[in-house]
């Protein structure tokens, strides 16, 4: 029983019992443009101080173009997610083989780049509106390709998904995204 308490206590101290508020989180890394097909933009500022093998993935797939095309398949009121190749070509619906009312097409939602990050990445960056996260199969899962941004205060998301980073500019963009928009370009900007 002492051992374990032992372990506890070295795990709880090697991470803050407070995560970062909305305010206190500013990463530096190097900044992502995602221009929408209208004209209008949003910047992401990477985080790869809390999440390096997950933000050099990211940018990865940046630099190949991975992103240019896709829309986005998942808005709601409190996020919006894109990442999946087949949301370029495949419609973004699918009738209901039972009642014929138009449902997510499965193959939309799904599926990444093919290779997934190695290691889930834990940080005490906790998930407040415009920070952007890696979408996974699961609790504390790497993922791989899929990013979603938070539009508001999701306390209930930290530490079970790896941090890319926080949307630094254009906010209200990413606020006016609909379901089916399509991303026509990511670059590196610095």
């Known amino acids: 029983m002492t051992s374990l308490i032992a372990i506890l206590t070295i795990c709880s ?3 803050p019992a407070e995560p970062k508020g909305a305010d206190d989180y500013r990463p530096t890394g190097p900044k992502v443009r995602f221009t929408m097909s ?13 999440s390096p093998k997950t933000v050099a993935h990211i940018l990865a797939l940046v630099r190949k173009g ?9 808005v709601e009121h409190w996020v919006t997610q894109w990442g999946a190749p087949a949301s ?8 209901d083989p039972v009642t014929g009312q138009p449902r997510l097409n499965p193959k939309v939602g799904e599926g990444g780049s093919g290779k997934d990050i190695p290691v889930f990445e834990m940080c005490d960056v906790d998930f407040h509106r415009g920070v952007v996260g890696i979408a996974s199969a699961g609790l504390q899962r790497p993922g791989d390709s899929q990013l979603f941004v938070l539009k508001k205060d999701t306390f ?10 926080k949307v630094t500019e254009g906010m209200d963009v990413v606020g006016r995204i609909e379901r089916g928009d399509r991303i026509k370009r990511a670059r590196i900007i610095r």
Do not use: C, I
């Not at 991975?66 to 998942?74: A, I, K, P, S, T």
């Open 38 to 50: 209208g004209g209008h933009s949003f910047v992401v500022t990477t985080d790869p101080k809390n």
């Open 156 to 165: 209930r998301l930290y530490r079970s998904y790896a941090v890319v980073g």
């Open 13 to 15: 101290s090697a991470h």
């Open 88 to 95: 370029r070509t495949e419609p973004m619906d699918l009738p």
């Open 66 to 74: 991975f992103y240019d095309g896709q829309r986005v398949h998942r």
